[in-house]
């Protein structure tokens, strides 16, 4: 046939995959005669090439050629690696083609020159001759010649070799081009011992090149492997804990994973316990299918895949890729899902063989006590000082018995998946990376009868073989701590390596060796050598040998029987040799193995045993958590009792003394700080920066609390009847250990309560020796950032540190990047296994065991992938979890009442937390329903009903655990049916417990849907102990669960999510609301409140835009379009041009910012809270625009009128201006050649009589100007006051008379200061009737101070009006009738209101009169000089001011004989600087306004922040009891002098500094007018108006009406031919010194002078600012909302003061009240008919029959108010405590009450915590940012 039968016979026979080391071996048994012999050769050659796939006679071909090369090449290369250069290469290969761009950037990234120059060989070898040529000439042009000719030389022996092997022909030096060939994915194994024993008769320099060449194929290999998954850079960075629990439900939108995904797809899976995560097939959505080839004989020699890596290798790289603390991690969780764990591994790239022995720390076993005969006495050990007795297991060989296999069959007699082998998915593929490792894996005792071993036995599996895989560190390392090798061995290898098996046997204590193979009659060789074994073994007395066969003589025995014999051999002889058990830490200390522990390991436990030491000369463990945490055991304790009586006491005279208590507990004096809890601390701050450090102190202390805990417990001991039961003994074990000994969470609550003591007490650190709080915080902080979990309320004592947890979760905020978080809570009866499902459900370290593991309420953050998932974005960045201890825990089961209290307490912050709350029960017991549904009913109910208003948005998922039907949804049905009927029962039930009537059914609080919102999830372990494991099918229930519940959320557009800073409000809220005893009427939601003032801080800015644009846009257009009408007929027309175009405007703007607001309400970070005020915005908004087109009408008309004005004066200018100009040059004329040398003096009283005789002549006979006289304006005032009071005429008559019927000059500035003018005394005042029977008994004086604070009120008034007197003064307009009236309105209200509900006196008609009276006479001098005044300055007079410029500056020209171009331009800087004054303060108004909102508190909230601020400061009583009494007066006040501070103060000069602002901008578009304009009128021009007219037409501000220029026309018309460029010149010129002039205008105005154009911004801003007038009807405190709103939108304040700060006192004894509006909404208070100022009796204004009414029915007299209700002041009122502690002796004399009963410890409040209770509350309202 020809068939070359080298080439066949390296090809036939071997149907190895692509990946692996399988060999199918055919055995054909022929009888051929001789006459078939040759027919029978051929057809066996035939029929083995048929198999073998391969094509007759092919001859030697170019590709095995080729492949051989490439294998000579790969052997040559990898020498080359530390003698190459790479970088001029790479450029030369990439030059040549042979590498892309990607290739040789992604070669060049690679850290060092090592791996750099490996990955370029990896490339070249794979490419052929072509790329090795051009390596070869790229290395000789970059001067590398000896590696070169190195290369070359070598390349040429191997080639020989070779050639000389192969006796049919010549490896040939072809370059053709050939396919790609893939890396040999086959890797050689080391040897193990001596060479010798390998029977190579190569010579030493051909073994080591072989050597080299395969460990570097098996680098390459792993190279390959770790870029595939994307691990390279990992196994230098690692991957953290918080890297893997991130969620990541992207991947579950793709069709195909990526190799990079599977890593952590596995670790994620590992940690949620499921054992089958080593099938990363398993991981992929679609699965691949070939239906060509699938099922057809094709596919039983079909290849593998190429990409199929084996899970051996991916469990063993991602390992090593894994930092220590997640390595720690998985050990636990592999143990729970009993899967091996590596104990030895080859550390990559080194190839050290390292210890695991930092892992292996955590791991804490339950098995049965030694010496505990047959009770079963389970208890808990590290597994490291555990007795044990170890048992290795190795194969020597290739044997076909699975070592792996056997070993779990031996571990569990069901079988187990506990050691990887090859019957598992790809466990076939070829294996790079775990040749040399060992894995461990432990099995305990838990009964005397049901155990395979009768000790804990540790097994350790070696991977690989015996022969060549291990070291002689590792084998004797082996032989050290194992006390048994159980050795499977093949007939090969035992036949061929008899002299290394046995020194591999004598190593070791006592070998199993198990024969895999047969032994009949014709292997009596083998038997023989085994015989010989036997003995030379036994020469040995260190070695004990037992022989085990797979094989009766040639029958194989059934793998059962072979098992038992295996298992049977180890325990006898564990029990024969009494191989005594020794603890595998004891076994390490006797050998010299490399561990993982780093030198930083090693140092944090140096500081953990010290701080352990510490503690150890404080007292027994036991004793510890009392004595070294002696804050969180003790004072914590008191401090929960404490609160919650104050929080549930509504007696103020018990307050103070609680109140003294609490600041008992926390003063700094009294804290003992022990040393343990210092050294922990600084230990915590000295190493702030190092994470890993930190990681190793925490998992330290961990280890030996735990360590000292086990150690000094006594266990019970308990019969147990299986042992599958053992579980339940560690119920009173977990008991003890909870209550009685001391755990990291105990000195990191130590921290936080010590820290929260501070924080509240206002104290130092530096007081107590104690770390800074705030670096503390930025720890804890830090450490929650990276998964560790964080204590919110402690269990022990029912308290929650606030102070703490906000300066934590604060930070924690910035960390996260204050992004929004989902909340998952969970809520169950104690051991239902809830800490178990969220472990599971996200790869967590919950505390889990029987009993009360956890303790109060924790929380752990866990980030979201930032990739999108269905092209939408996620609306939150993590996921917070919420993990609580267990409700009806019997430890709390004092009274059922206590117990249930606890409950629902602790379930109402749990489901007020959750954004979902998955409700877990265990199994389908009903009782547990009924234990836990009436919990969750009542604490949904409560969250309801205090959130009456707004749609709570949380779901509530039921888990049933331990439900193992598969149909147990559907046989459930009719118990999910008794549990809805159950749920709605409770909420019966709770609603009745509220005194709620309305509510009868759970649908009513929460949506529930049976169908979605109920899962089963089977049990959680399956199997028996020991060898009981997590269940697969409960991982992946758990997992979905996650999927759903999490992707739930995502696709919620409509819900907002919380921040961290917004989720620490929430918990204050509530837990403020479980403090006190009513939730539901104490709970209020700060949530809303943060929402309502984004919403207001939107609105504002948003309104305020709206009125900025359409503002600016509508004056310019109705200045322009107004300045080119000519006559009345045209203006009317524009007018109403313009009020059309204007509404246009408006309405454009006005949908531009609803579309804003309600983008911003659907999208905002509080959306499902504001969407419940998008109508109020919208009204608020259609509001605005209305009052918006009201003021620009008013702006209109005005401007309208003044041009009107400006129409006439122009008209009439025109009529007599050639007369004037005639008389001028006449005058000129006159003079002749001495008119210029007149002085200036003179000039001026020639014009001047021109001038007058010109206006005497001629302009009083075309109009006639008036003003308003003194006389109407005084009539107006006396009318005004005749109707006001016409009930009192006589009286009021004779104080008119006293008054010169207003004509007596009062000789005063202001009002203020001038009580004394008013001729005021005791007579026109009267004490109220309660205060007169008061006075007898109490106050002999009190008449007296009557009068006195009615001056007091009075003077206040005083102020109010002549704010209000200012404010139309600076109106640049006259004073009309209507104004007066107006003004003496609101005289009249603040007189009458003089005296309010809480006043000790009335003013009598004849006070009332002489009050409006004295501020009528006052305000109308005022009113008349100032309308005087702007007929000077204003209306025709200054129009004709205006033209006498010009004319004088005509004047001054011809008498100067000037040149006409210089007189005209002189006239054009008339008029522009002119122009410029007027349009200027036009403006002013608007830019003044812009620029107060950013100088100004923009929010009502800030402002009223700021004045008590202020107020503070002043320190005046007076100041104070002004804005008690009138707050939005002094508001008005305030903010009046804080603008005029800001105008024109000589700090700020902001008023002088917008006018030159403006003022350059008119002036620089005049000047690029002018500059455009000559343009098109470049040449000399003929029409003088067209140039003006093209002039004005460029001007993009404010067109220049053209009359303005009419004697600059009429000048220039005397010249023929004007050259526009040389006169825009000399008026730019002229124009130079303007800007000058008219800023100087500006300058010289006041706060006294200013002069409004358009509007007063500062009234407008005060109005906008203070918004709803209302003021509380009990206390007076002003409404919170900054916009006037009608009664369907409540009014509410921040905080409401103590009655008494407004004079209110107990009629009984005359004690100053401190009672507040928020405290008495809470309990049974009553006030007197006159405090709800008769509003029970509105017509007759008298009490009413009742006299006194229920505070808390309130509603019925003030139905526009929300009272929040609160029972500690502190929380609501501390600054009114303040002010009340500190002012008492001001009020008692102010108001004339007893103040004896004010609290001692008010007097006490510092006004630091004054100032921080007002920023608690009013500082919601701050702006984060300027505008």
Same mark, same amino acid.
């Given at each position: 046939?020809?068939?070359?039968?080298?080439?066949?016979?390296?090809?036939?026979?071997?149907?190895?995959?692509?990946?692996?080391?399988?060999?199918?071996?055919?055995?054909?048994?022929?009888?051929?005669?001789?006459?078939?012999?040759?027919?029978?050769?051929?057809?066996?050659?035939?029929?083995? =090439?048929?198999?073998?796939?391969?094509?007759?006679?092919?001859?030697?071909?170019?590709?095995?050629?080729?492949?051989?090369?490439?294998?000579?090449?790969?052997?040559?290369?990898?020498?080359?690696? +530390?003698?190459?250069?790479?970088?001029?290469?790479?450029? #030369?290969? &990439?030059?040549?083609?042979?590498?892309?761009?990607?290739?040789?950037?992604?070669?060049?990234?690679?850290?060092?020159?090592?791996?750099?120059?490996?990955?370029?060989?990896?490339?070249?070898?794979?490419?052929?001759?072509?790329?090795?040529?051009?390596?070869?000439?790229?290395?000789?042009?970059?001067?590398?010649?000896?590696?070169?000719?190195?290369?070359?030389?070598?390349?040429?022996?191997?080639?020989?070799?070779?050639?000389?092997?192969?006796?049919?022909?010549?490896?040939?030096?072809?370059?053709?081009?050939?396919?790609?060939?893939?890396?040999?994915?086959?890797? &050689?194994?080391?040897?193990?011992?001596?060479?010798?024993?390998?029977?190579?008769?190569?010579?030493?320099?051909?073994?080591?090149?072989?050597?080299?060449?395969?460990?570097?194929?098996?680098?390459?290999?792993?190279?390959?492997?770790?870029?595939?998954?994307?691990?390279?850079?990992?196994?230098?960075?690692?991957?953290?804990?918080?890297?893997?629990?991130?969620?990541? @439900?992207?991947?579950?939108?793709?069709?195909?994973?990526?190799?990079?995904?599977?890593?952590?797809?596995?670790?994620?899976?590992?940690?949620?316990?499921?054992?089958?995560?080593?099938?990363?097939?398993?991981?992929?959505?679609?699965?691949?299918?070939?239906?060509?080839?699938?099922?057809?004989?094709?596919?039983?020699?079909?290849?593998?895949?190429?990409? #199929?890596?084996?899970?051996?290798?991916?469990?063993?790289?991602?390992?090593?890729?894994?930092?220590?603390?997640?390595?720690?991690?998985?050990?636990?969780?592999?143990?729970?899902?009993?899967?091996?764990?590596?104990?030895?591994?080859?550390?990559?790239?080194?190839?050290?063989?390292?210890?695991?022995?930092?892992?292996?720390?955590?791991?804490?076993?339950?098995?049965?006590?030694?010496?505990?005969?047959?009770?079963?006495?389970?208890?808990?050990?590290?597994?490291?000082? /555990?007795?044990?007795?170890?048992?290795?297991?190795?194969?020597?060989?290739?044997?076909?018995?699975?070592?792996?296999?056997?070993?779990?069959?031996?571990?569990?007699?069901?079988?187990?998946?506990?050691?990887?082998?090859?019957?598992?998915?790809?466990?076939?593929?070829?294996? @790079?990376?775990?040749?040399?490792?060992?894995?461990?894996?432990?099995?305990?005792?838990?009964?005397?009868?049901?155990?395979?071993?009768?000790?804990?036995?540790?097994?350790?599996?070696?991977?690989?073989?015996?022969?060549?895989?291990?070291?002689?560190?590792?084998?004797?390392?082996?032989?050290?701590?194992?006390?048994?090798?159980?050795?499977?061995?093949?007939?090969?290898?035992?036949?061929?390596?008899?002299?290394?098996?046995?020194?591999?046997?004598?190593?070791?204590?006592?070998?199993?060796?198990?024969?895999?193979?047969? &032994?009949?009659?014709?292997?009596?060789?083998?038997?023989?050598?085994?015989?010989?074994?036997?003995?030379?073994? =036994?020469?040995?007395?260190?070695?004990?040998?037992?022989?085990?066969?797979?094989?009766?003589?040639?029958?194989?025995?059934?793998?059962?029987?072979?098992?038992?014999?295996?298992?049977?051999?180890?325990?006898?002889?564990?029990?024969?040799?009494?191989?005594?058990?020794?603890?595998?830490?004891?076994?390490?200390?006797?050998?010299?193995?490399?561990?993982?522990?780093?030198?930083?390991?090693?140092?944090?436990?140096?500081?953990?045993?010290?701080?352990?030491?510490?503690?150890?000369?404080?007292?027994?463990?036991?004793?510890?958590? +009392?004595?070294?945490?002696?804050?969180?055991?003790?004072?914590?304790?008191?401090?929960?009792?404490?609160?919650?009586?104050?929080?549930?006491?509504?007696?103020?005279?018990?307050?103070?003394?609680?109140?003294?208590?609490?600041?008992?507990?926390?003063?700094?004096?009294?804290?003992?700080?022990?040393?343990?809890?210092?050294?922990?601390?600084?230990?915590?701050?000295?190493?702030?920066?190092?994470?890993?450090?930190?990681?190793?102190?925490?998992?330290?202390?961990?280890?030996?609390?735990?360590?000292?805990?086990?150690?000094?417990?006594?266990?019970?001991?308990?019969?147990?009847?299986?042992?599958?039961?053992?579980?339940?003994?560690?119920?009173?074990?977990?008991?003890?250990?909870?209550?009685?000994?001391?755990?990291?969470?105990?000195?990191?609550?130590?921290?936080?309560?010590?820290?929260?003591?501070?924080?509240?007490?206002?104290?130092?650190?530096?007081?107590?020796?104690?770390?800074?709080?705030?670096?503390?915080?930025?720890?804890?902080?830090?450490?929650?950032?990276?998964?560790? !979990?964080?204590?919110?309320?402690?269990?022990?004592?029912?308290?929650?540190?606030?102070?703490?947890?906000?300066?934590?979760?604060?930070?924690?905020?910035?960390?996260?990047?204050?992004?929004?978080?989902?909340? =998952?809570?969970?809520?169950?009866?104690?051991?239902?296994?809830?800490?178990?499902?969220?472990?599971?459900?996200?790869?967590?370290?919950?505390?889990?065991?029987?009993?009360?593991?956890?303790?109060?309420?924790?929380?752990?953050?866990?980030?979201?992938?930032?990739?999108?998932?269905?092209?939408?974005?996620?609306?939150?960045?993590?996921?917070?979890?919420?993990?609580?201890?267990?409700?009806?825990?019997?430890?709390?089961?004092?009274?059922?009442?206590?117990?249930?209290?606890?409950?629902?307490? /602790?379930?109402?912050?749990?489901?007020?937390?959750?954004?979902?709350?998955?409700?877990?029960?265990?199994?389908?017991?009903?009782?547990?329903?009924?234990?836990?549904?009436?919990?969750?009913?009542?604490?949904?109910?409560?969250?309801?009903?205090?959130?009456?208003?707004?749609?709570?948005?949380?779901?509530?998922?039921?888990?049933?655990?331990?439900?193992?039907?598969?149909?147990?949804?559907?046989?459930?049905?009719?118990?999910?049916?008794?549990?809805?009927?159950?749920?709605?029962?409770?909420?019966?039930?709770?609603?009745?417990?509220?005194?709620?009537?309305?509510?009868?059914?759970?649908?009513?609080?929460?949506?529930?849907?049976?169908?979605?919102?109920?899962?089963?999830?089977?049990?959680?372990?399956?199997?028996?102990?020991?060898?009981?494991?997590?269940?697969?099918?409960?991982?992946?229930?758990?997992?979905?669960?996650?999927?759903?519940?999490?992707?739930?959320?995502?696709?919620?557009?409509?819900?907002?999510?919380?921040?961290?800073?917004?989720?620490?409000?929430?918990?204050?809220?509530?837990?403020?609301?479980?403090?006190?005893?009513?939730?539901?009427?104490?709970?209020?939601?700060?949530?809303?409140?943060?929402?309502?003032?984004?919403?207001?801080?939107?609105?504002?800015?948003?309104?305020?835009?709206?009125?900025?644009?359409?503002?600016?846009?509508?004056?310019?257009?109705?200045?322009?379009?107004?300045?080119?009408?000519?006559?009345?007929?045209?203006?009317?027309?524009? +007018?109403?041009?313009?009020?059309?175009?204007?509404?246009?405007?408006?309405?454009?703007?006005?949908?531009?910012?609803?579309?804003?607001?309600?983008?911003?309400?659907?999208?905002?970070?509080?959306?499902?809270?504001?969407?419940?005020?998008?109508?109020?915005?919208?009204?608020?908004?259609?509001?605005?625009?209305?009052?918006?087109?009201?003021?620009?009408?008013?702006?209109?008309?005005?401007?309208?009128?003044?041009?009107?004005?400006?129409?006439?004066?122009?008209?009439?200018?025109?009529?007599?201006?050639?007369?004037?100009?005639?008389?001028?040059?006449?005058?000129?004329?006159?003079?002749?050649?001495?008119?210029?040398?007149?002085?200036?003096?003179?000039?001026?009283?020639?014009?001047?009589?021109?001038?007058?005789?010109?206006?005497?002549?001629?302009?009083?006979?075309?109009?006639?100007?008036?003003?308003?006289?003194?006389?109407?304006?005084?009539?107006?005032?006396?009318?005004?006051?005749?109707?006001?009071?016409?009930?009192?005429? !006589?009286?009021?008559?004779?104080?008119?008379?006293?008054?010169?019927?207003?004509?007596?000059?009062?000789?005063?500035?202001?009002?203020?200061?001038?009580?004394?003018?008013?001729?005021?005394?005791?007579?026109?005042?009267?004490?109220?009737?309660?205060?007169?029977?008061?006075?007898?008994?109490?106050?002999?004086?009190?008449?007296?101070?009557?009068?006195?604070?009615?001056?007091?009120?009075?003077?206040?008034?005083?102020?109010?009006?002549?704010?209000?007197?200012?404010? *139309?003064?600076?109106?640049?307009?006259?004073?009309?009738?209507?104004?007066?009236?107006?003004?003496?309105?609101?005289?009249?209200?603040?007189?009458?209101?003089?005296?309010?509900?809480?006043?000790?006196?009335?003013?009598?008609?004849?006070? *009332?009169?002489?009050?409006?009276?004295?501020?009528?006479?006052?305000?109308?001098?005022?009113?008349?000089?100032?309308?005087?005044?702007?007929?000077?300055?204003?209306?025709?007079?200054?129009?004709?001011?205006?033209?006498?410029?010009?004319?004088?500056?005509?004047?001054?020209?011809?008498?100067?004989?000037?040149?006409?171009?210089? *007189?005209?331009?002189?006239?054009?800087?008339?008029?522009?600087?002119?122009?410029?004054?007027?349009?200027?303060?036009?403006?002013?108004?608007?830019?003044?306004?812009?620029?107060?909102?950013?100088?100004?508190? *923009?929010?009502?909230?800030?402002?009223?922040?700021?004045?008590?601020?202020? =107020?503070?400061?002043?320190?005046?009583?007076?100041?104070?009891?002004?804005?008690?009494?009138?707050?939005?007066?002094?508001?008005?006040?305030?903010?009046?002098?804080?603008?005029?501070?800001? /105008?024109?103060?000589?700090?700020?000069?902001?008023?002088?500094?917008?006018?030159?602002?403006?003022?350059?901008?008119?002036?620089?578009?005049?000047?690029?007018?002018?500059?455009?304009?000559?343009?098109?009128?470049?040449?000399?021009?003929?029409?003088?108006?067209?140039?003006?007219?093209?002039?004005?037409?460029?001007?993009?501000?404010?067109?220049?009406?053209?009359?303005?220029?009419?004697?600059?026309?009429?000048?220039?018309?005397?010249?023929?031919?004007?050259?526009?460029?040389?006169?825009?010149?000399?008026?730019?010129?002229?124009?130079?010194?303007?800007? @000058?002039?008219?800023?100087?205008?500006?300058? +010289?105005?006041?706060?006294?002078?200013?002069?409004?154009?358009?509007?007063?911004?500062?009234?407008?801003?005060?109005?906008?600012?203070?918004?709803?007038?209302?003021?509380? /009807?009990?206390?007076?405190?002003?409404?919170?909302?900054? @916009?006037?709103?009608?009664?369907?939108?409540?009014?509410?304040?921040?905080?409401?003061?103590?009655?008494?700060?407004?004079?209110?006192?107990?009629?009984?004894?005359?004690?100053?009240?401190?009672?507040?509006?928020?405290?008495?909404?809470?309990?049974?208070?009553?006030?007197?008919?006159?405090?709800?100022?008769?509003?029970?009796?509105?017509?007759?204004?008298?009490?009413?029959?009742?006299?006194?009414?229920?505070?808390?029915?309130?509603?019925?007299?003030?139905?526009?108010?929300?009272?929040?209700?609160?029972?500690?002041?502190?929380?609501?009122?501390?600054?009114?405590?303040?002010?009340?502690?500190?002012?008492?002796?001001?009020?008692?004399?102010?108001?004339?009450?007893?103040?004896?009963?004010?609290?001692?410890?008010?007097?006490?409040?510092?006004?630091?915590?004054?100032?921080?209770?007002?920023?608690?509350?009013?500082?919601?309202?701050?702006?984060?940012?300027?505008?």
């Amino acid at each position: 046939m020809g068939v070359d039968i080298n080439t066949y016979r390296g090809r036939i026979g071997s149907f190895s995959y692509q990946l692996g080391l399988d060999v199918v071996t055919i055995t054909f048994v022929l009888n051929f005669s001789r006459v078939l012999k040759c027919i029978g050769s051929v057809v066996f050659i035939g029929l083995l =090439l048929i198999i073998a796939g391969i094509e007759q006679n092919p001859g030697p071909n170019g590709k095995e050629e080729e492949t051989e090369y490439k294998r000579v090449l790969m052997n040559v290369l990898p020498k080359c690696v +530390k003698k190459l250069h790479p970088d001029p290469v790479l450029d #030369s290969l &990439l030059a040549e083609g042979i590498l892309t761009d990607t290739q040789t950037r992604d070669i060049s990234d690679l850290s060092t020159t090592s791996d750099r120059n490996r990955s370029l060989i990896i490339e070249i070898s794979k490419r052929g001759v072509d790329a090795f040529n051009s390596f070869m000439t790229a290395l000789k042009d970059s001067n590398q010649f000896e590696l070169a000719e190195y290369i070359e030389q070598r390349l040429e022996e191997m080639m020989k070799k070779e050639i000389s092997a192969s006796p049919q022909g010549k490896l040939a030096s072809k370059t053709t081009e050939t396919p790609q060939v893939e890396m040999p994915r086959r890797v &050689l194994a080391t040897k193990f011992d001596e060479r010798q024993d390998n029977n190579s008769d190569t010579d030493e320099d051909e073994y080591y090149d072989t050597h080299d060449s395969v460990a570097w194929k098996k680098v390459a290999e792993i190279e390959c492997i770790l870029n595939t998954l994307g691990l390279t850079a990992k196994i230098e960075t690692k991957i953290t804990i918080s890297d893997v629990i991130q969620l990541d @439900y992207s991947v579950h939108e793709r069709k195909w994973l990526s190799p990079r995904d599977i890593p952590y797809i596995f670790i994620k899976r590992l940690l949620s316990g499921n054992s089958d995560a080593m099938d990363y097939r398993s991981y992929q959505m679609v699965k691949k299918a070939n239906a060509q080839v699938k099922g057809s004989a094709q596919a039983l020699y079909r290849p593998r895949e190429s990409d #199929s890596i084996s899970p051996h290798d991916l469990f063993s790289l991602v390992y090593q890729c894994c930092d220590p603390f997640l390595k720690q991690l998985l050990f636990q969780k592999l143990y729970l899902c009993k899967i091996s764990f590596p104990f030895l591994h080859k550390e990559y790239p080194s190839s050290k063989s390292i210890l695991a022995l930092w892992p292996l720390r955590s791991l804490v076993i339950e098995t049965m006590e030694e010496n505990s005969s047959c009770v079963n006495k389970i208890g808990e050990s590290e597994l490291l000082k /555990l007795p044990i007795n170890v048992v290795s297991f190795a194969r020597f060989g290739r044997p076909n018995l699975s070592k792996s296999k056997l070993l779990n069959s031996i571990l569990c007699e069901n079988g187990s998946n506990t050691f990887f082998h090859k019957d598992r998915p790809l466990g076939t593929s070829t294996r @790079y990376s775990t040749a040399g490792n060992v894995e461990m894996f432990y099995l305990p005792v838990v009964s005397c009868n049901d155990n395979a071993f009768n000790q804990p036995i540790m097994v350790l599996n070696l991977r690989g073989d015996l022969r060549h895989d291990f070291n002689e560190s590792v084998s004797n390392f082996i032989s050290a701590v194992s006390d048994i090798m159980v050795i499977v061995i093949d007939s090969q290898s035992f036949h061929t390596n008899i002299s290394l098996l046995e020194k591999t046997i004598i190593q070791f204590k006592s070998v199993v060796l198990i024969f895999s193979g047969p &032994l009949g009659p014709g292997d009596g060789k083998i038997f023989r050598t085994l015989r010989k074994l036997e003995d030379l073994v =036994l020469a040995y007395d260190s070695t004990a040998l037992q022989i085990i066969s797979t094989h009766s003589e040639v029958d194989e025995k059934h793998y059962v029987d072979i098992i038992a014999e295996t298992r049977d051999t180890i325990s006898g002889s564990l029990s024969v040799h009494s191989i005594p058990t020794e603890s595998l830490e004891k076994r390490l200390m006797k050998t010299s193995i490399e561990t993982d522990e780093t030198d930083t390991c090693k140092d944090a436990f140096m500081s953990a045993f010290s701080i352990i030491e510490s503690m150890e000369q404080i007292a027994e463990p036991a004793m510890w958590t +009392k004595l070294v945490t002696p804050i969180q055991s003790t004072n914590s304790i008191e401090l929960g009792i404490l609160l919650k009586k104050m929080y549930r006491n509504s007696d103020l005279t018990l307050h103070d003394g609680i109140r003294t208590k609490i600041s008992e507990e926390r003063d700094p004096k009294q804290i003992q700080i022990t040393y343990p809890v210092k050294l922990f601390s600084d230990s915590l701050i000295g190493h702030e920066n190092d994470h890993s450090f930190l990681q190793y102190f925490l998992s330290w202390m961990t280890l030996l609390l735990e360590r000292q805990r086990r150690t000094h417990i006594y266990m019970e001991n308990k019969p147990s009847k299986r042992s599958a039961e053992f579980r339940s003994d560690m119920a009173d074990y977990s008991k003890k250990a909870d209550n009685t000994y001391l755990e990291t969470g105990h000195l990191f609550r130590e921290i936080g309560h010590i820290c929260d003591s501070l924080i509240c007490s206002n104290s130092r650190n530096k007081d107590i020796d104690f770390p800074p709080i705030q670096n503390l915080a930025r720890v804890v902080a830090n450490l929650v950032s990276y998964g560790y !979990a964080f204590e919110l309320l402690d269990g022990n004592s029912f308290y929650m540190p606030t102070g703490w947890i906000k300066m934590v979760l604060e930070l924690l905020h910035n960390l996260a990047g204050k992004e929004n978080v989902l909340t =998952l809570s969970v809520l169950g009866v104690q051991s239902s296994g809830k800490s178990t499902l969220l472990n599971t459900m996200f790869g967590l370290q919950f505390p889990t065991s029987s009993g009360r593991c956890t303790r109060g309420i924790h929380m752990q953050l866990i980030p979201v992938s930032r990739q999108k998932c269905n092209d939408f974005k996620i609306p939150f960045k993590y996921v917070l979890i919420i993990d609580t201890e267990g409700v009806r825990a019997p430890e709390f089961i004092d009274t059922s009442e206590t117990c249930f209290k606890r409950d629902n307490e /602790l379930s109402t912050i749990i489901t007020g937390l959750g954004d979902i709350t998955m409700l877990n029960v265990m199994g389908e017991s009903s009782s547990e329903m009924r234990d836990i549904l009436p919990i969750l009913a009542h604490a949904f109910l409560r969250l309801k009903l205090a959130n009456n208003r707004l749609d709570i948005r949380k779901s509530c998922f039921f888990i049933h655990q331990n439900v193992s039907d598969v149909r147990a949804s559907e046989k459930m049905e009719q118990g999910l049916l008794q549990s809805v009927k159950y749920l709605d029962k409770a909420t019966n039930e709770a609603a009745e417990f509220e005194g709620i009537s309305d509510i009868t059914t759970f649908s009513q609080i929460i949506e529930l849907d049976p169908e979605s919102h109920v899962w089963y999830l089977p049990n959680f372990w399956q199997g028996y102990p020991p060898m009981a494991s997590v269940n697969q099918k409960y991982c992946n229930k758990v997992v979905e669960l996650n999927s759903h519940l999490v992707r739930k959320s995502m696709n919620e557009r409509d819900k907002s999510f919380k921040t961290l800073a917004d989720t620490f409000i929430h918990i204050n809220d509530l837990w403020k609301g479980v403090l006190a005893e009513n939730f539901v009427f104490s709970f209020r939601n700060s949530i809303e409140k943060k929402a309502y003032i984004e919403l207001e801080i939107k609105m504002k800015d948003e309104l305020w835009t709206l009125e900025c644009s359409s503002c600016d846009t509508i004056f310019q257009m109705a200045h322009n379009r107004f300045s080119q009408c000519n006559d009345n007929a045209s203006l009317r027309s524009a +007018k109403g041009e313009v009020i059309t175009e204007m509404k246009r405007i408006i309405a454009t703007e006005k949908s531009k910012t609803e579309e804003k607001v309600e983008k911003f309400l659907n999208e905002n970070n509080y959306k499902d809270i504001t969407i419940k005020w998008q109508e109020a915005s919208f009204n608020r908004i259609k509001v605005s625009c209305q009052e918006m087109i009201d003021n620009r009408k008013t702006e209109i008309d005005r401007l309208s009128n003044g041009r009107e004005v400006d129409i006439m004066i122009s008209i009439m200018c025109t009529k007599h201006d050639e007369e004037l100009r005639r008389k001028s040059l006449e005058l000129a004329k006159e003079v002749g050649p001495l008119g210029k040398s007149l002085n200036e003096e003179e000039a001026n009283k020639r014009f001047e009589k021109i001038w007058k005789k010109f206006v005497d002549e001629s302009i009083s006979t075309d109009t006639f100007i008036s003003s308003e006289s003194d006389n109407f304006m005084r009539k107006c005032f006396l009318d005004c006051l005749t109707d006001k009071y016409e009930t009192h005429a !006589a009286l009021l008559n004779s104080i008119l008379s006293d008054f010169s019927y207003l004509d007596k000059r009062l000789e005063i500035k202001t009002l203020h200061g001038s009580f004394e003018k008013i001729e005021i005394n005791e007579n026109h005042i009267s004490l109220v009737s309660q205060l007169k029977k008061l006075a007898e008994k109490f106050r002999p004086k009190s008449k007296a101070s009557g009068l006195k604070a009615a001056r007091e009120d009075i003077e206040t008034i005083f102020l109010n009006i002549d704010l209000k007197v200012k404010h *139309i003064c600076q109106k640049n307009r006259e004073i009309t009738s209507r104004d007066i009236k107006k003004f003496l309105n609101e005289v009249d209200y603040l007189i009458r209101n003089i005296q309010t509900k809480n006043a000790n006196f009335t003013l009598k008609i004849t006070c *009332i009169l002489r009050i409006a009276v004295y501020v009528s006479c006052y305000s109308y001098h005022r009113f008349k000089n100032e309308n005087a005044a702007h007929q000077q300055s204003q209306g025709i007079s200054v129009r004709l001011q205006m033209y006498k410029k010009q004319v004088h500056e005509r004047f001054l020209s011809h008498l100067m004989q000037r040149k006409t171009e210089d *007189i005209a331009a002189k006239m054009m800087r008339t008029a522009i600087e002119e122009y410029v004054r007027l349009s200027v303060k036009d403006v002013m108004s608007v830019k003044v306004k812009g620029e107060l909102k950013n100088h100004l508190p *923009i929010l009502k909230y800030n402002l009223l922040l700021e004045m008590m601020t202020s =107020l503070v400061q002043e320190k005046c009583f007076h100041s104070f009891m002004r804005y008690i009494l009138r707050p939005k007066e002094y508001a008005y006040l305030w903010v009046s002098k804080m603008a005029d501070h800001i /105008l024109f103060s000589e700090t700020s000069k902001m008023y002088e500094t917008l006018a030159k602002l403006e003022i350059s901008k008119f002036l620089s578009d005049i000047n690029k007018s002018f500059l455009n304009s000559v343009k098109d009128f470049s040449e000399d021009t003929p029409s003088i108006e067209k140039w003006l007219q093209h002039f004005i037409s460029l001007l993009s501000r404010f067109k220049i009406p053209k009359e303005y220029f009419h004697n600059v026309v009429i000048e220039l018309g005397r010249i023929e031919r004007l050259n526009i460029s040389e006169f825009t010149d000399k008026i730019i010129e002229e124009l130079q010194d303007s800007e @000058y002039t008219i800023v100087e205008t500006f300058t +010289k105005i006041s706060e006294n002078t200013v002069k409004w154009g358009s509007f007063n911004p500062v009234e407008e801003i005060c109005t906008e600012i203070w918004g709803c007038p209302e003021q509380c /009807l009990f206390c007076g405190e002003p409404c919170i909302k900054g @916009y006037v709103h009608n009664i369907e939108s409540s009014h509410i304040c921040l905080q409401h003061r103590p009655w008494g700060c407004s004079g209110l006192y107990d009629r009984e004894n005359g004690r100053i009240l401190l009672e507040t509006c928020n405290l008495s909404a809470m309990g049974n208070a009553k006030v007197q008919c006159s405090i709800i100022d008769f509003k029970c009796n509105p017509q007759n204004r008298v009490p009413c029959s009742e006299e006194w009414h229920l505070f808390k029915e309130y509603k019925t007299f003030a139905p526009g108010w929300d009272i929040e209700p609160a029972n500690n002041m502190d929380d609501r009122s501390k600054f009114w405590m303040w002010f009340i502690g500190v002012y008492a002796e001001e009020l008692s004399e102010y108001h004339t009450v007893d103040v004896t009963n004010v609290p001692k410890s008010w007097e006490n409040i510092s006004e630091h915590d004054a100032l921080r209770s007002l920023r608690t509350f009013y500082g919601l309202g701050e702006r984060t940012e300027n505008k």
